[in-house]
């Protein structure tokens, strides 16, 4: 059975970091792309960051570049979100999805599981 379970969300001030990771289960990362997501209060779910299966390759919502980093341990089946310069606006419920795909994706309906979520508060 297929499962993604994120976790590492929390309270944090403006401009602090927090790690986000996203245990796999069920499969072997190996072969899987992985989407970041996430989905403030009132608003729809968007695409954050993304990251192959192949080559590793990686891709960021403007919003993020240059601030987050996403990683892959397939020795630990995990994948993480390394958020840093956090600001109020990257309070959201942030998912992490995957696909049995070399190619990874922002868009939401190329996954096929997604995981529960874990809330992160970026506040003072």
């Known amino acids: 059975q297929v499962q993604l379970v994120e976790s590492g969300g929390g309270l944090v001030q403006p401009g602090g970091s927090l790690r986000l990771s996203c245990a796999a289960s069920g499969f072997t990362l190996d072969y899987y792309a992985i989407g970041w997501f996430r989905q403030a209060p009132g608003k729809e779910r968007e695409g954050v960051s993304c990251i192959s299966s192949s080559d590793g390759s990686t891709y960021y919502a403007d919003s993020v570049k240059g601030r987050f980093t996403i990683s892959r341990d397939n020795a630990k089946n995990t994948v993480y979100l390394q958020m840093n310069s956090l600001k109020p606006e990257d309070t959201a419920v942030y998912y992490c999805?995957?696909?049995?795909?070399?190619?990874?994706?922002?868009?939401?309906?190329?996954?096929?599981?997604w995981g529960q979520g874990t809330q992160v508060t970026v506040s003072s």
């Open positions: 999805a995957t696909v049995a795909s070399t190619i990874a994706t922002m868009e939401q309906d190329w996954y096929d599981y």
